[in-house]
């Protein structure tokens, strides 16, 4: 009998201290996050409120900005332990992944915006179609959504990238080259794409409608979540916030936009009002997207190994 009671004596305080090991687990508060944003949406919003590093506060948690152009060097910072947060477009994150001792993984996704990006000539481009780009100079940023977006496009109009020359540039610098005349077109997602055709009149080829999701994807590293996901929630909470006022003052928000990131909110206000909001889950049909895409840059030698998408998806340890 005593021998049943110590057992279950042992069972009770066994499992009492995996309970508690789970929830210290669950409750470690760094001394701060660092968080990677582009010049769009909704993560500089959220900056401009000040509402993160509220709810951050109460935990001892510091919040820290970092601004960058595009998404690749961005997760670059994020796999080297530079940032703990980021969100970029769908391309990036499986060439992050790819990288040599990755550790990032997927928590959320916007709803897919395909009209968010585009391919854009001059308005007097004698290019009538995405087969006219053949044996022409296309800018594009390497490893972006609208990098994957212009593979896509070219497939579907039979070509391949071997069929033009692309000039991987940043969006700043694409842009200077489209305006002086040195590529024929430009691959590009919003807001560079809304400011294209508001500024420089540009004319749109195609958009992605039908060939690339344009997907936007909150990650961030494992170590990280694994010790602190209560941090995640609440940044992942204050970006729910932030994308349902977006979603009903599309206008109100370019305005904030603009006085953040220096652009026009004309430019911003179309921009914002094309794209779809609020961070989701991952379901089986965003990560096999994501395979494709991982695939498709495989089979074309961009990327540098094979990788299972699914790998780098995170998922809470009681799910």
Request: charged share 20%; proline share 4%; glycine share 6%.
């Amino acid at each position: 009998m005593n021998k049943i009671i110590s057992r279950r004596l042992f069972t009770l305080i066994a499992a009492f201290l995996f309970s508690y090991s789970c929830y210290a687990a669950e409750t470690v508060w760094p001394k701060q996050i660092n968080l990677g944003y582009q010049k769009y949406g909704t993560l500089i919003v959220l900056k401009s409120t000040g509402e993160l590093e509220k709810r951050l506060k109460e935990h001892g948690v510091i919040v820290n900005w970092a601004e960058f152009q595009f998404g690749p060097p961005m997760l670059e910072a994020l796999n080297s332990g530079s940032l703990d947060f980021a969100v970029t477009g769908e391309t990036p994150p499986v060439f992050a992944q790819a990288s040599k001792g990755s550790s990032i993984v997927y928590v959320a996704n916007e709803p897919a915006s395909p009209q968010g990006e585009g391919i854009v000539v001059k308005a007097d481009s004698e290019l009538k179609d995405v087969a006219a780009l053949k044996g022409k100079k296309v800018a594009v940023g390497k490893g972006t959504n609208a990098h994957y977006f212009l593979i896509q496009a070219l497939a579907k109009s039979g070509l391949t990238l071997n069929d033009i020359t692309p000039a991987y540039l940043a969006p700043a610098d694409a842009r200077a080259a489209f305006e002086r005349g040195d590529v024929a077109a430009w691959s590009i997602w919003d807001y560079f794409y809304a400011a294209a055709e508001t500024q420089l009149n540009a004319r749109t080829l195609t958009n992605a409608e039908g060939i690339a999701n344009n997907y936007w994807f909150y990650t961030t590293r494992r170590d990280f979540i694994d010790k602190s996901p209560e941090v995640i929630e609440i940044v992942l909470d204050e970006v729910r916030k932030t994308n349902e006022w977006i979603k009903n003052n599309p206008a109100a928000a370019a305005e904030k936009l603009s006085a953040s990131a220096g652009v026009d909110a004309g430019i911003l206000e179309k921009a914002l009002r094309r794209s779809n909001y609020g961070p989701e889950s991952m379901t089986s049909e965003v990560i096999a997207a994501q395979q494709k895409i991982a695939d498709t840059l495989f089979a074309i030698k961009l990327l540098p190994k094979q990788i299972n998408v699914e790998e780098a998806v995170w998922l809470p340890k009681n799910k």
